[in-house]
């Protein structure tokens, strides 16, 4: 149910549910997703595309602007099934001499119409779903295919446990995906942030970059996971940070791609603070920051 629905069935503000919500979910009574609730234990639960299409929006455009601005002209992709991976074909379609694999039917009527983008479709079933070809024949399509790297969304990302999402034959295809990759870059808004699913597709050790957007303040899960990713070694871009409001247009690669150093060994490294976490106010901060402190300096940042 939508957080506005919860409040005109008991009679109270948005407000007050968000907050009843939070506590809620704190006694595993309920999960929360973006602008409601669902019932709890949804790991084999799947949002069809039409509702999937009217989640988050603003937050994936955000997130696909700023993922977009990896791919260099003429690199060879693949791109996954997904409604934040259609919003990246989208501005993919603008890098001439590109070439996508995708097995998403979503993505490729995006890029159908640019002019210096090669599209190459794998084989498979359409899973009507998510306008995706799954199975043996696209999984058989993607062997010996080697491309710079692959960009792939999901239901949930853990920092125990990477990318999942709920359904078998999709996952077993990204991994085909990742296969064939020599970078993974994950598209994941705040509300997936740990959230987890059924069926792991990428596991954190092979996620090289996360994009996502700037968690509420409020949303403790989403930066606790966030922090963990990073010291996992995962480098990490956040849309709507450093002066670039969810919504707005990206700015200048120079400062989307500015690293910031942040607490914590890259998985196999003890004592090597290599992990960075990529333009997000969560930087640098102790384990266990307090509410307060950590609103105030998402404040002065954002004054600035």
Do not use: C, W
Not at 195 to 219: C, G, N, S
Request: charged letters at 25%; glycine letters at 10%.
């Amino acid at each position: 149910m939508s957080l506005r629905e919860l409040a005109r069935v008991v009679q109270t503000s948005e407000v007050t549910v968000r907050r009843d919500v939070r506590a809620l979910e704190a006694e595993g009574l309920l999960d929360r997703r973006h602008g409601g609730a669902v019932l709890p234990g949804g790991f084999t639960r799947e949002s069809g595309f039409p509702q999937k299409s009217h989640l988050a929006t603003a937050e994936k455009t955000a997130i696909a602007d700023l993922a977009a601005g990896l791919v260099e002209e003429g690199e060879a992709i693949v791109v996954g099934a997904g409604t934040t991976t259609q919003e990246l074909a989208r501005r993919l379609a603008r890098v001439p001499g590109l070439t996508v694999v995708t097995n998403s039917l979503l993505v490729a009527q995006a890029l159908a119409h640019a002019n210096r983008v090669e599209v190459v479709m794998t084989g498979g079933t359409l899973r009507g779903s998510n306008y995706a070809l799954v199975g043996s024949g696209a999984e058989q399509s993607l062997q010996g295919l080697r491309v710079s790297r692959a960009f792939l969304s999901g239901s949930g990302l853990t920092a125990e446990r990477g990318l999942s999402t709920s359904n078998m034959l999709s996952a077993s295809v990204d991994r085909a995906l990742v296969q064939a990759a020599a970078e993974v870059v994950v598209l994941a808004d705040h509300t997936k942030l740990g959230a987890d699913t059924m069926f792991q597709t990428v596991p954190t050790d092979l996620i090289t970059r996360l994009v996502t957007d700037e968690p509420p303040v409020h949303d403790d899960r989403a930066a606790t996971e966030l922090q963990a990713l990073a010291d996992q070694g995962v480098q990490i871009a956040v849309a709507g940070a450093m002066g670039n409001p969810v919504g707005d247009h990206p700015p200048s690669r120079t400062d989307r791609r500015r690293d910031v150093p942040v607490p914590g060994p890259r998985r196999g490294q003890l004592g090597t603070p290599t992990a960075t976490l990529r333009s997000t106010p969560l930087t640098g901060e102790q384990p266990g920051p307090d509410r307060a402190e950590r609103a105030a300096r998402v404040a002065d940042l954002r004054r600035r």
